[in-house]
Structures are given as C-alpha cells and as structure tokens.
C-alpha cells in the first residue's frame, strides 16, 4: 500500500478528524429548521427572559418561568457576549448538541473500535435531528451534564472525581428537574455494581451542594432567593399534579411521537435494532452486568422514563433525554456485528442515509439564510407595529414577538400558557401570587381593559369570544394564519 493511501486512512482514522466531521454535520442538520421561526413555545421563553437578564433583569423576580436557572444564564451570556438574535439562540444550542456528541465518542472510545464509536456518534446526530430537538431546549444542556459525568463513572473513584460528578448532578438539576432521575441511576451503579462505600459516596453529596449554593448566594444578592427555592424544589411537584395525561393521551402521544402508528418507519427500526441488541448481547443477566456501559445506560434510561411517567406528560422534546444513551447502546449493537463486513457496510450506508436529507436541507439554508432571515413572519409584524413604551400588547401564542420588540411589555410569567390556564395551573397559580408574581384574574383584567393590540394564531378564540373581536378590534395584519389585532380607534379615543 502506498504512502498516499496510508495517510488517508490514518486520516478517517484520527480522532479529531471525526470532531470535525461532527462539527460541520451537527451544524449543517440543525440549520435544516433555521426557516423555521417558532419550534417549540419554551425555547421562546427562553429567548425572551434570556434576552432580559442579558439587559440586567432580574430572574425570577421581574420574569418568570417554571424552568431551572441554568438555562437562562448560558443564553443570557450567549447574547450578552454575541447580541440577542434568533440565530445566535439556535446556534447556541447546536453548540451544546456537539458538547454531547463528543463526550459519548470520549466515552465509547474507553470500549470500541474508533469505527463504531464514529458511526454511532453520526446516528446520535441523527436523532438530535428530529423536530422536537431542533429548538435550543432544556434538555440539550441537562442531558450535556449527565453524558460528562457518566465519562468520570469510569475514572477512578478518588474524592476529586466524585466531588465533580456530584457538581454534574448539580448542574442537570439546576438545569431541568426531571434529571434527578438520570442522577438516582448513576448513583445506584456507582454504589451497587461499582461498589463504592457509602463514606466516600459521600463526597457525591458534597459536590452536589456546591453549585446550589454558588446560586443561592446570587439570588440571594439579588433578593430573589425564595423565588429560586421555590422552583427548586417546590414547583416540581405542583407541576406533577397541575396536569397529567390520561393513559389514551399519554399512548396516542407516543404512537405520535415514534410514527408507530404506520405500518413502517425509521423509528420502528431503530426500535428494533434497539431491541435485538438487548436480547442478542443480554440473553443472560450475567452477560449484562458484565459490559457495565450497557447496564449504566439502561438504568438510565428506566429511570428517565419513570420520570416521564411519574410526571404524568409527554411531550416530543422529552425523549432528547434517551438520545444519548440509546446511542451508546447502539453502538453495542455495532459491536456484536463488527466482524460481518456486510453487515457493517450496510450499518455505515444506513447511518450516512439517515443524516443526508437533512444535510441537504441545512446546506440550502446557509446559502439562503439572508432571504429567510428577512422573511421571518413574527419579525417582519414586529417591525411593522406602531408601538411605543405606553402600548398594550397580549400575545395569545407565538410569544416570540416580544424578543423582536422592545418596546411591546411581557407579562412577568412570560410562557402564554401560563396565565390564560388559572383553574389548571391553581396551585403554581397561588403560589406566584404569594409572591406577588401575578394578580388575580390578571389575565382577564388584561383583557377587559382592551389592549392595544392582540396577537394569535390558532388561539384567538380559545381564550376570548369572537364577538370582543368585532366589538373592539380590526385585523390589522394576517399572513400565514397569523393574526394582529389592532383596537379601534373608536376605543382608543373612551
């Protein structure tokens, strides 16, 4: 073999030559939703109270949400550092999609071939690449922090590596509550199939503390630490009983979510694939408690699922939580079929198939992007309305206005769903109204009171009748289903 070919194959073989690879694929199939202008209503929440504390508002205190801090605080500095943009907002999060896509090649590099570690970080991209983890979410920064401490479960068990998997545990929990579950399984591998001694576990719980009280004594600098203490450890809770799925909802949601519901798809094949790795390299108990990295992972992801149920919802985006460890778990299946050259070549031609249509697709919309920035519906309404610091505005949905439009007030609970629900959400209700977060029947009040303007889409008359609509208001603008009110100005001389 000549020279030429040895340093080409050194080169598919190098490990930062596959970083670069992950770089530009995981970047490339997340630009596939940039036209995309709203995903998911969360990841505008997060936009918009990130954009305020970037401007020095206070969390929590002048804006709230059900969500952790950690969240904020990473796109509040991404925005402070980059400036406010919706661009920046999804970059960030494909940021922290590729954080993870390493760390799980980091982790499956300790037990494959560099072969099988590539091409199941290339399938947990394409995972990464379904609609519901397309938006900048929760989880993408949570799960970031489990995948890095499940890389130290198989470094020595010294106090400075317990100590930094407790601080990881932290981080997830102070980024999404549910995590906690994700932590409860590392924790019983560590002390039951790692065996670790209780006093040194210990140090687990010292790491733990330390970044809660780093936060702590933030908000508590800034006069909001009941409001953090309290979306800690208290809301959770509430949130389990405020809404839960009956068991009809909760199973056509996942017939939906995994495209179960026909005959074939590419979900019901990984599903599959999935299944035969469990059964083929796990027929004996003994067989799964001998490849530890397995175990671990399907402890993961049990608990991760007692969690969804435990909440009683499920939405799209909560299955980002699986991706990693059903990636590595994949790799698995890889592994047991390694030595059929077939098999492997088809393995590589699938996973190369599944990332493509999307890698097309990004690379449009990078060449594209000016036009598709320029024609974003909320952006362009928001560049059209007439509003100064004394304009009233209430957005039904599609909240993402008020990221564009500074001038245009939020409500201090900034999710739509939030206030317009009072009867479903009455205990988290009565809770921020302790706190003097909301007023009662603040919604309604906003309502009566005949805001300037009123911006919807498919709940415009969920909330208010139509007839309010025809008494008070004229359709000012309507493109693609999108609608904005203004008052007439009959009204606005009373």
């Given amino acids: 073999m000549n020279t030429k070919k040895v340093q080409i194959l050194n080169l598919f073989k190098n490990r930062y030559f596959h970083y670069s690879v992950f770089l530009i694929v995981v970047f490339t199939t997340q630009f596939s939703s940039i036209s995309i202008e709203v995903v998911d209503w969360d990841e505008s929440t997060f936009f918009i109270i990130s954009k305020y504390v970037s401007e020095g508002k206070i969390?929590?205190?002048?804006?709230?949400?059900?969500?952790?801090?950690?969240?904020?605080?990473?796109?509040?500095?991404?925005?402070?550092?980059?400036?406010?943009?919706?661009?920046i907002g999804r970059l960030a999060g494909d940021l922290l999609i590729f954080l993870i896509i390493i760390h799980v090649y980091k982790i499956l590099n300790n037990f494959y071939n560099l072969n099988i570690c590539f091409f199941s970080s290339l399938f947990l991209i394409y995972l990464f690449s379904y609609e519901a983890s397309q938006p900048t979410m929760t989880e993408h920064l949570g799960?970031?922090?489990?995948?890095?401490?499940?890389?130290?479960?198989?470094?020595?068990?010294?106090?400075?590596?317990?100590i930094i998997i407790g601080i990881l545990f932290s981080l997830s929990f102070n980024t999404r509550n549910n995590l906690a579950f994700a932590c409860i399984a590392i924790s019983i591998y560590l002390l039951f199939i790692k065996k670790i001694k209780v006093r040194s576990f210990k140090w687990v719980f010292v790491g733990f503390i330390i970044p809660i009280c780093f936060i702590s004594v933030y908000f508590f600098i800034k006069s909001s630490f009941k409001y953090y203490f309290y979306m800690?450890?208290?809301?959770?809770?509430?949130?389990?009983?405020?809404?839960?799925?009956?068991?009809?909802?909760?199973?056509?949601?996942?017939?939906?979510?995994?495209?179960?519901?026909?005959y074939i798809s590419i979900e019901l094949i990984i599903i599959v694939t999935l299944l035969i790795t469990i059964i083929i390299t796990n027929s004996k108990f003994s067989n799964l408690t001998s490849f530890n990295i397995d175990?671990?992972?399907?402890?993961?992801?049990?608990?991760?699922?007692?969690?969804?149920?435990?909440?009683?919802?499920?939405?799209?985006?909560?299955?980002?939580?699986?991706?990693?460890?059903?990636?590595?778990?994949?790799?698995?299946?890889?592994?047991?079929?390694?030595?059929?050259?077939?098999?492997?070549?088809?393995?590589?031609?699938?996973?190369?198939?599944?990332?493509?249509?999307?890698?097309?697709?990004?690379?449009?919309?990078?060449?594209?992007?000016?036009?598709?920035?320029?024609?974003?519906?909320?952006?362009?309404?928001?560049?059209?309305?007439?509003?100064?610091?004394?304009?009233?505005?209430?957005?039904?949905?599609?909240?993402?206005?008020?990221?564009?439009?500074d001038f245009i007030k939020q409500f201090k609970v900034v999710h739509p769903s939030s206030l317009t629900n009072p009867?479903?959400?009455?205990?988290?209700?009565?809770?921020?109204?302790?706190?003097?977060?909301?007023?009662?029947?603040?919604?309604?009040?906003?309502?009566?009171?005949?805001?300037?303007?009123?911006?919807?889409?498919?709940?415009?008359?969920?909330?208010?009748?139509?007839?309010y609509y025809v008494q008070n208001y004229f359709l000012l603008e309507e493109v693609d289903g999108l609608k904005l009110f203004q008052k007439n100005r009959a009204q606005v001389n009373n």
Avoid at 72 to 81: C, D, N, P, R
Avoid at 244 to 262: G, K, P, V, Y
Wanted: hydrophobic share 50%.
């Fill in 232 to 262: 800690l450890f208290q809301l959770p809770f509430q949130t389990t009983q405020t809404y839960r799925m009956n068991f009809n909802e909760f199973i056509d949601q996942i017939l939906s979510i995994l495209n179960l519901d026909q």
């Fill in 295 to 405: 175990l671990l992972n399907y402890l993961i992801i049990f608990f991760l699922t007692i969690s969804i149920i435990f909440g009683g919802r499920l939405f799209n985006h909560y299955l980002i939580q699986l991706f990693p460890s059903l990636a590595i778990i994949f790799a698995s299946t890889l592994n047991y079929f390694s030595k059929n050259k077939l098999i492997m070549l088809f393995v590589t031609f699938f996973v190369v198939l599944l990332n493509i249509n999307l890698f097309t697709v990004g690379l449009n919309n990078l060449s594209n992007y000016q036009n598709i920035r320029n024609n974003y519906k909320i952006a362009l309404m928001s560049d059209n309305l007439r509003a100064d610091n004394n304009t009233s505005f209430l957005a039904l949905e599609n909240h993402l206005i008020f990221f564009y439009n």
């Fill in 59 to 87: 969390l929590y205190l002048d804006y709230w949400d059900s969500k952790p801090p950690l969240m904020f605080f990473y796109l509040a500095s991404m925005f402070k550092i980059f400036g406010p943009s919706l661009l």
């Fill in 423 to 467: 009867v479903r959400n009455k205990d988290i209700f009565d809770s921020l109204k302790k706190f003097g977060l909301v007023e009662n029947d603040q919604f309604l009040e906003f309502v009566e009171n005949k805001p300037d303007y009123i911006f919807c889409e498919n709940n415009c008359e969920l909330y208010i009748d139509q007839s």
């Fill in 143 to 162: 799960i970031l922090f489990i995948v890095v401490s499940i890389d130290f479960v198989f470094k020595k068990n010294n106090i400075v590596n317990l």
